[in-house]
């Protein structure tokens, strides 16, 4: 019958997401157990070749600037950007979804900025967004476990970074992973 169906979509849906809540908080435990070995990382063919892997719509836009080479862990800054560009895209309404990633000096150091013109988020969540399984908005409205930006925040401070970010509710959203200047080996350009 078709509420048995039912119900047992129900179930495969809990069970995938369970599954999912899992690998992540893995991902969360992996970050906060293993060694951060860091050698020289070049962020511009980092982001470029994330842009490789994206499938964005016809109209999307994913754009890079110059970025500098940082001391860092790049499997972790791979974890930070993948997270932050696929937010960028997935929490968007916008007819045309555009995410850039570009650098920012900053007061003793830079800014890895990922910038979007998505949903937004109200000033009053900021402090909420880097929680393990937050999610401001319903399952049913966008795919994810609420991981992703707790994983963003631990693998920032496990390479020496901090995370700022700026946003305007239905305009877009700033996020940028902060380097001190003794990370940063080359400047960008």
């Not at 862990?73 to 560009?85: D, G, T, W």
């Not at 988020?121 to 707790?150: C, M, P, S």
Request: charged share 30%; aromatic share 8%; proline share 3%.
């Amino acid at each position: 019958t078709q509420k048995v169906r039912d119900s047992l979509e129900g179930l495969e849906s809990a069970s995938f997401k369970g599954v999912r809540q899992v690998e992540d908080l893995l991902e969360l435990s992996r970050i906060a157990r293993n060694p951060r070995d860091k050698e020289p990382v070049a962020l511009e063919p980092l982001a470029k070749q994330l842009g490789d892997e994206l499938v964005f719509g016809k109209r999307d836009r994913y754009e890079v600037a110059s970025l500098p080479t940082v001391m860092s862990n790049k499997a972790l800054l791979e974890s930070i950007l993948c997270n932050l560009v696929t937010n960028g895209f997935k929490f968007n309404n916008s007819s045309s979804k555009s995410v850039s990633v570009f650098w920012r000096k900053a007061d003793q150091g830079g800014e890895l900025v990922v910038s979007d013109n998505g949903i937004g988020i109200e000033q009053k969540y900021y402090d909420q967004i880097f929680k393990v399984f937050k999610r401001l908005q319903g399952d049913d409205k966008y795919d994810g476990t609420g991981a992703g930006l707790a994983i963003v925040n631990r693998a920032a401070r496990a390479v020496g970074c901090e995370m700022h970010l700026r946003s305007t509710p239905g305009k877009g959203t700033e996020f940028s992973v902060f380097f001190p200047d003794h990370l940063i080996l080359e400047s960008e350009g």
